[in-house]
C-alpha cells in the first residue's frame, strides 16, 4: 500500500520497485475510509506513507495499521530527514524511514522489511508447528513402553507410565521434585553423581550407562540408561530411558555395539551417522560449533564392478572402508551412508581442516594399490563435502550440498573434491557473474543468441501472422537458457543495449526471410530501457529495414509499463523516432499499476500486452474479469489493440473474447518454438 497525495510520486515508488525486480500488486486509498476497507479487507505486506500526506496523515495512516491487528511494517517517505522528523515518525510507530530522492536507499528498506517479515511469518508457523509436534510427542511418550522421564538439575519433571510402573509408583505427583540419585543402588551413587556433574557442565552424555537400579521398596535390579539433551516446557534438561536388564551387561553392549555398525565395512551404519550429523547440525545452528562432512564413492564404479565382479563389491567397500580408517584421527566418525558412498564427519573443524583431510583422503586411495579377492586394482575417489555452520545449518540443506559436490566431482573426471563453504558463497558468486559475463560476450561474438516465436492469435478475425519474438542463449548440446537467467547479469555490466542491436537485426532479417517467400509477418521484440537513451539502435533498425527491404509496420517494438513510466521522457522520444521508419511500439505487463491509463496521455502505443497476472486462474477471477473489461474497453476508445497472454484454458478464451481483446497468446493454444509455422488461418 502507497500512501501519498501524489498518484505520480506513489507511481514512481511502485515503478521504482518493480524496474528493480520486486514483484508488486499496488494498492492506494484516496480517504480514511478507503483505508480502513483496504486494511481490513485485503492481504497488505507492507505499508509505505508519506510523512507530509495532507489527505490521510502519517498518524492517522500508523493509527490504522496498528489498530488492524496484522502485522505490517509502515515505512514513512520524506523529503529530508531531521530530528524532529526522525522522533515523529518513530514515536508514531513507524519501523524505518526512507528519503524520496534515494530510490536505492527506498529499495533496499523495502528488501529489508520483507525480508523480517517474512523471516517472522516463518517463526510463526513454525512455533505452531512447534506446539503441535510436541502435544503429539507428549502423547507419544506416555504411551511408549519405554520407561522415560525427564531430568532438570538431577530432580524428575516428567515420567511416563512406563517409568512408573517401573519403579512401582502409582502417579507421577509421587516422584515429582524427587532426585534421580534416589533411583540409583548406593554402590553406584558416586559414580552416578559424577556423572550428573559432568552432564550439567556441557559433557556428551554416554550412549549407554549401566548401574543397579532401585523400586520404591528398595529393590535393586540391573539397568542401563540411556541420555539425550532435550527441552521440556522451555527448559533445558535430559531425557532419560530406563531400561531393565535381565541379560549379561557385556553382551548387551556388544548387541549395542553390532546395532550400530555396518555388517560389511565395519563402520557406522546410516541411521547411527545421521544421528550424529543431526547432533551436529543442531550446534552449528545454535552458534555452537563448526563441523566438516564428507562423502565419497569410487571413481567408475561399474567399470570397477566389471573388472572385479559383482560378487566382489562387498570386499571392494570393505578395501575402502579400511583404507578410509587408516586416514582418519581418533574420534572422527565414519560411516556407510549408500551401497557404495562412505561419510566422514569432522566434528570442531574449520574449512581448512575439512579441506586438508579432503586432501589426505584422496592422496591415502590414489597411492594405494587394493587387494580384492583375487585381483588388485586403484581405486580412486570423488569426494563433496560441506563446511556446516550458522548459515547452512538443515541437515537437508548440509546432505544435499554434499550430495553436489559428490556428483560435480565425479562429472568432471574424478580424483578430486569440491567443499561447499557458505562463508565463501560471496566470492563464488563473484566467480559466477564472471563466468556469465564472458559466456554473454562470446555469445554477442559468436552468434550464441537463438530467437524462438510464440504465435499472437486474433479473436477477431484477423488472418495475418503475428509471432513475438523470444530470445534464448544457446547453451550446446540442444540446452537453450531464458533470458531470467542472464538479463538482470547483462544489464549490471552494460550488456543490454548490444543484446537489443542483436536481437532486432536478426528479427529484421527473418521478416525480410519471410515476405520475398510470400508470408509477411509481423515480429514483437522485446527491447530494454538501456536502448531509450542511445539513439544508436533507432539509427540500427533504419539500415537493417533498408538492407532486408522491409517496411517498418511488421516491426512492433515491446517496453514494459513499469519501465516507460521512469522513462517517460526517453520513450516519448524513442516512439517518435521509431515512427519515422513506421515501426510501432508496444506496452506490457500494462494494467497493474496505480493509474495504468495515465501513461496514454503522453504515449500512443500501437498494442497494450496485459499484465500476465490478469489471466491467472482468470475463470475464478471476477475482479481480473470486470477489469480486463474495463482495460479493453478504454483502450478501443483510444484505437489501441489489445493482447491477453499465458491464456490457459478455452474458457478464458471466451471470458476475453466477450471482453473485447483483441489478441491471445499461450502454450495452450500454441508453444513457442524456433520455426514460424502456426497456420493463422
Not at 562412505?342 to 587387494?371: C, K, N, P, Q, Y
Not at 557473474?433 to 559466456?439: E, F, I, P, S, T
Amino acid at each position: 500500500m502507497v500512501v501519498d497525495d501524489s498518484m505520480e510520486e506513489a507511481e514512481t515508488i511502485v515503478s521504482g520497485l518493480r524496474n528493480a525486480g520486486v514483484a508488486v500488486r499496488p494498492l492506494r486509498p484516496a480517504s480514511l475510509e478507503e483505508l480502513g476497507t483496504m486494511l481490513g479487507g485485503q492481504t497488505i505486506d507492507l505499508v509505505l506513507a508519506a510523512d507530509k500526506s495532507s489527505v490521510i496523515p502519517l498518524a492517522e495512516v500508523a493509527q490504522r495499521v496498528q489498530g488492524s491487528g496484522k502485522d505490517i511494517p509502515l515505512i514513512a517517505v520524506a523529503d529530508t530527514v531531521d530530528d524532529a522528523v526522525f522522533a515523529t515518525a518513530y514515536g508514531l510507530g513507524v519501523r524505518r524511514i526512507a528519503l524520496r530522492s534515494k530510490p536505492q536507499l527506498l529499495l533496499n528498506l523495502v528488501r529489508d522489511e520483507w525480508a523480517d517479515l517474512d523471516a517472522r511469518r516463518k517463526l510463526r508457523r513454525l512455533e505452531s508447528r512447534v506446539r503441535e509436534t510436541e502435544r503429539r510427542c507428549d502423547a507419544l511418550i506416555e504411551s511408549s513402553r519405554d520407561p522415560i522421564a525427564y531430568i532438570h538439575e538431577g530432580m524428575h519433571i516428567r515420567a511416563n507410565g512406563a517409568y512408573l510402573e517401573m519403579f512401582g509408583y502409582e502417579s507421577f505427583e509421587d516422584i515429582e521434585g524427587m532426585s534421580l540419585l534416589d533411583m540409583v543402588a548406593p554402590q553406584h551413587l558416586e559414580d552416578f553423581k559424577s556423572l550428573l556433574k559432568r552432564l550439567g557442565k556441557g559433557e556428551a552424555p554416554p550412549p549407554r550407562y549401566e548401574l543397579q537400579a532401585r523400586d520404591m521398596e528398595g529393590n535393586a535390579f540391573p539397568a542401563s540408561m540411556e541420555f539425550t539433551p532435550a527441552q521440556y516446557e522451555g527448559e533445558a534438561c535430559l531425557q532419560v530411558v530406563f531400561r531393565r536388564e535381565e541379560v549379561d551387561p557385556e553382551l548387551a553392549r556388544q548387541v549395542e555395539e553390532l546395532r550400530q555398525r555396518d555388517q560389511v565395512t565395519g563402520l557406522l551404519n546410516r541411521p547411527t551417522f545421521l544421528r550424529a550429523l543431526e547432533d551436529a547440525v543442531t550446534e552449528a545452528a545454535q552458534g555452537d560449533g563448526k563441523h566438516g562432512l564428507l562423502l565419497l564413492e569410487p571413481d567408475h564404479y561399474q567399470r570397477l564392478l566389471n573388472e572385479i565382479g559383482l560378487d566382489s563389491a562387498d570386499d571392494m567397500l570393505a578395501a575402502m572402508a579400511q583404507r578410509l580408517r587408516g586416514v582418519l584421527d581418533p574420534g572422527v566418525l565414519a560411516a556407510r551412508y549408500s551401497e557404495h558412498r562412505l561419510a566422514v564427519l569432522l566434528r570442531g573443524a574449520d574449512h581448512a581442516a575439512t579441506t586438508a583431510l579432503a586432501e589426505r583422503i584422496l592422496e591415502a586411495f590414489a597411492s594405494h594399490v587394493f587387494a580384492i579377492g583375487n585381483h588388485s586394482s586403484t581405486i580412486t575417489v570423488s569426494l563433496g563435502g560441506v563446511q556446516i555452520g550458522e548459515k547452512i545449518a538443515s541437515v537437508g540443506q548440509v546432505l544435499a550440498r554434499a550430495v553436489e559436490g559428490v556428483q560435480s566431482s565425479l562429472g568432471t573426471g574424478g580424483a578430486r573434491y569440491e567443499i561447499f563453504d557458505p562463508a565463501a558463497s560471496d566470492r563464488a558468486e563473484e566467480e559466477h557473474v564472471k563466468a556469465w559475463v564472458a559466456r554473454l560476450r562470446d555469445a554477442l561474438d559468436n552468434d550464441g543468441f537463438v530467437l524462438h516465436y510464440h504465435p499472437v492469435i486474433s479473436l477477431q478475425g484477423d488472418t495475418g501472422a503475428v509471432y513475438e519474438t523470444l530470445l534464448r542463449l544457446d547453451a550446446g548440446e540442444g540446452e537453450l537458457v531464458k533470458p531470467l537467467s542472464f538479463l538482470q547479469i547483462a544489464e549490471e555490466h552494460g550488456l543490454l543495449w548490444e543484446i537489443d542491436h542483436h536481437v532486432i537485426g536478426q528479427a529484421i532479417a527473418r521478416i525480410g526471410e519471410r515476405m520475398r517467400a510470400g508470408n509477411p509477418t509481423t515480429l514483437l521484440v522485446k527491447v530494454s530501457q538501456a536502448s531509450l537513451h542511445d539513439d544508436s539502435l533507432v539509427r540500427y533498425i533504419g539500415e537493417q529495414l533498408s538492407q532486408h527491404g522491409v517496411p517498418g509496420e511488421y516491426l512492433v517494438l515491446e517496453l514494459p509499463e513499469a519501465k516507460v513510466f521512469t522513462h517517460l521522457k526517453a520513450t516519448q522520444d524513442f516512439a517518435v523516432a521509431i515512427g519515422k521508419y513506421d515501426c510501432r511500439l508496444a506496452l506490457e505487463q500494462f494494467g497493474i499499476g496505480l493509474d495504468s491509463f495515465q501513461l496514454l496521455a503522453h504515449l500512443q502505443p500501437h498494442l497494450l500486452k496485459l499484465d500476465p497476472s490478469f489471466t491467472d486462474e482468470l475463470v475464478q477471477n471476477p475482479d481480473n474479469q470486470k477489469r480486463i473489461q474495463e482495460i479493453a474497453g478504454k483502450a478501443r476508445e483510444l484505437g489501441i489493440r489489445t493482447i491477453a497472454e499465458f491464456v490457459q484454458d478455452a474458457a478464458s478464451m471466451s471470458i476475453l473474447f466477450s471482453a473485447g481483446v483483441d489478441y491471445v497468446q499461450g502454450s495452450f493454444l500454441a508453444e513457442p518454438g524456433p520455426e514460424m509455422n502456426y497456420d493463422f488461418e
